[in-house]
C-alpha cells in the first residue's frame, strides 16, 4: 500500500477518533448529570419520610398523595441514568474500536515504510550487483585487448 493512501486513512481514522472521544465526554457529562438528578430524586423521598413523624396528621394526606408522583419521578430518574450508562458504554465501545483503527493506522504505515526500505535497498542491491558486473566486463576486456596487443 502506498504511503500516501495509508496517510489519507490515518486522517480518517484519527478524526473517527477524536470524534469518539467527544461523544464519550458528552455522554459521561450526560450520565453524571442523570445521577446527580437520581440522587436528589432518592434523597427528596428519604428526606420526606424522615420529616412525615413530625408532621400533624393532616400533612400525612398530603404526603400520601405526594408520594406516588415522587416514586415516578424517582423510577423516570433511574431509568434516564440507566439510559444513559447505556449510552456511555456504547460511547466507549465506539472508542475503542476508533482506538484500534489508530493502532492499525500506525501499523500500515510502518509496514508502508519498512516495505519502501526493502524495495529501495533491492534497487540499491541491484545497482551495485550491475556496477560490479560492468566493472568486471570492463577488466576482462581491457585484459584482453592487452593480452592481444603484447
Not at 404526603?63 to 423510577?75: D, G, H, S, V
Amino acid at each position: 500500500m502506498r504511503r500516501d493512501t495509508v496517510k489519507v486513512v490515518q486522517r480518517l481514522w484519527q478524526g473517527s477518533r477524536d470524534d469518539a472521544q467527544r461523544k464519550l465526554a458528552e455522554c459521561l457529562a450526560r450520565e453524571e448529570a442523570a445521577l446527580e438528578g437520581l440522587r436528589e430524586a432518592e434523597l427528596t423521598i428519604a428526606r420526606e419520610r424522615e420529616n412525615l413523624a413530625d408532621l400533624p396528621l393532616g400533612a400525612m394526606d398530603a404526603f400520601a398523595a405526594w408520594l406516588p408522583n415522587a416514586q415516578r419521578a424517582l423510577a423516570h430518574a433511574r431509568a434516564r441514568h440507566a439510559e444513559m450508562a447505556t449510552a456511555t458504554a456504547e460511547a466507549r465501545s465506539v472508542l475503542t474500536a476508533a482506538l484500534n483503527k489508530v493502532k492499525m493506522g500506525e501499523t500500515l504505515m510502518e509496514r508502508c515504510i519498512a516495505e519502501e526500505r526493502q524495495e529501495m535497498a533491492k534497487r540499491a542491491q541491484e545497482q551495485l550487483n550491475e556496477l560490479i558486473a560492468v566493472t568486471a566486463w570492463k577488466r576482462q576486456h581491457a585484459a584482453e585487448a592487452e593480452h592481444n596487443q603484447a
